[in-house]
């Protein structure tokens, strides 16, 4: 059974919302983040959070738009989305490990053992 599993995504015109969610079937892991993937471009960071949500951060790129929450009782991490924009198009990773969160690490895919199946999200101008 996978570890994470992600729903969400879609298109949306450019100053609309979506939120991705990444389930974990099995157990809630300690830290998780979200990242991206445009295409020819890396992975990017988007965001991160701890095992109880009280620490977020952000890209400084969606930073304001974006925000990342946690139920731990539903074993869910979601990413709210707003006032999407064209360069937001990418493919939308949950990533997540049993580690203590470093907000100095949140942004390194390497810190995650985990990863979502992926969701691709499409902002049309």
């Known amino acids: 059974q996978a570890q994470l599993v992600q729903s969400g995504g879609g298109l949306v015109q450019a100053g609309g919302s979506l939120r991705l969610s990444c389930a974990t079937p099995?157990?809630?892991?300690?830290?998780y983040g979200w990242f991206r993937q445009a295409p020819g471009k890396e992975r990017e960071a988007v965001a991160g959070i701890n095992y109880n949500g009280e620490r977020t951060d952000y890209a400084d790129s969606v930073k304001g738009r974006f925000t990342v929450s946690r139920d731990n009782a539903e074993k869910m991490v979601y990413l709210q989305m707003d006032r999407l924009e064209p360069d937001d198009t990418a493919v939308y990773y949950c990533a997540a490990a049993y580690l203590n969160y470093d907000p100095n690490a949140y942004g390194n895919p390497s810190t995650y053992r985990f990863w979502g199946q992926g969701s691709q999200v499409t902002v049309a101008s």
């Open positions: 099995r157990r809630m892991l300690s830290i």
